[in-house]
């Protein structure tokens, strides 16, 4: 869990920064309610992110330059998306797109 802290979490937060970790499941986010702005910002091995229920904001920029990113699970808990959360996520679907077009973007 990176919210929870201890040794697994700081080998994951290590892996987003050496590019080796490639997907963040709701259980490596678990007890997390905000994604804070620039959390993940150039994480180019990610490629697959599952947000848990709990989160209800995506900061602006969390996920820019995401390059490898291609899945988001984003839970209908969410209210709010930061300017620019997703810049430069090319490789998301059009379906994934269309749905955050919903949602209120700031």
């Known amino acids: 869990k990176l919210a929870g802290g201890g ?12 590019g080796t970790v490639t997907e963040l499941t709701a259980e490596d986010l678990e007890g997390a309610t905000k994604i804070r702005d620039y959390a993940f910002q150039g994480s180019n091995s990610l490629e697959s992110i599952a947000l848990p229920n709990e989160v209800t904001y995506i900061g602006q920029y969390s996920f820019s330059n995401c390059t490898g990113l291609t899945n988001i699970d984003i839970p209908d808990s969410i209210v709010e998306i930061g300017a620019k959360a997703f810049r430069k996520c090319m490789f998301l679907s059009e379906k994934k797109e269309d749905a955050l077009k919903n949602l209120k973007i700031m």
Do not use: F, H, M, P
Request: aromatic residues 0%.
């Open 7 to 18: 040794e697994e979490s700081v080998n994951k937060l290590a892996g987003l920064v050496d």
